[in-house]
T-cell receptor
């Protein structure tokens, strides 16, 4: 089955800096890669996603890049703000093996210091 | 904006007791899921449900677990005889089509004493 590795487990930045979270996946058939933000006491909320037919997608201060050859994808947050502090999960999902269930990474705790 | 809701937000129970966690998926969605997250760990898939039957389940989803869609709006997860290790956050999610993005509820924190 799919295996998703996520790094780093904790990321601490100053307000205004950029933050990058990286994930790798194992199943080359995976074709959908969502990123979720989980605030304390809440469920994961989708913030951005990318499909395997594109290499980059941007939405204001966040962007995701995908390298299918290397099987890795990254989340980039620019001009970080204290309210960006949360746990971020990457996931990979696809038709490989017939499963449409996303496999999640272990999460990155992002701390943005004012 | 439509959202997935879950009740209760926190459930405390004694080991060996039965619990039922409730979810109301987004109204026009067709696929429903339960996940759990042990404190500080990643989100783990339990089960998916479509057309009134289980479509996929993980090895975590053993005979102690069951799911049901008792009416047109609710989707429930029952744990028949809770164990200490069942303590976790349980998230419900739903999608309109199988390949669509999953929308998660706020979760139910289950504490087994």
């Amino acid at each position: 089955g799919e295996n998703v590795e996520q790094h780093p487990s904790t990321l601490s930045v100053q307000e205004g800096d950029s933050a990058v979270i990286k994930c790798t996946y194992s199943d080359s058939a995976s074709n959908y890669f969502p990123w979720y933000k989980q605030e304390l006491g809440k469920g994961p909320q989708l913030i951005i996603d990318i499909r395997s037919n594109v290499g980059e997608k941007k939405d204001q201060r966040i962007a995701v890049t995908l390298n299918k050859t290397a099987k890795h994808f990254s989340l980039h947050i620019t001009e970080t703000q204290p309210e960006d502090s949360a746990v971020y999960f990457c996931a990979a999902k696809g038709p490989g093996g017939g499963s449409y269930i996303p496999t999640f990474g272990r999460g990155t705790s992002l701390i943005v210091h004012p | 904006e439509p959202e997935v809701t879950q009740t209760p937000s926190h459930q405390v129970t004694q080991m060996g007791q039965e619990v039922i966690l409730r979810c109301v998926p987004i109204s026009n969605h067709l696929y429903f899921y339960w996940y759990r997250q042990i404190l500080g760990q990643k989100v783990e898939f339990l089960v998916s449900f479509y057309n009134n039957e289980i479509s996929e389940k993980s090895e975590i989803f053993d005979d102690q677990f069951s799911v049901e869609r008792p009416d047109g709006s609710n989707f429930t997860l029952k744990i028949r005889s809770t164990k200490l290790e069942d303590s976790a956050m349980y998230f419900c999610a739903s999608t309109g089509q199988r390949t669509d993005t999953q929308y998660f509820g706020p979760g139910t924190r289950l504490t087994v004493l």
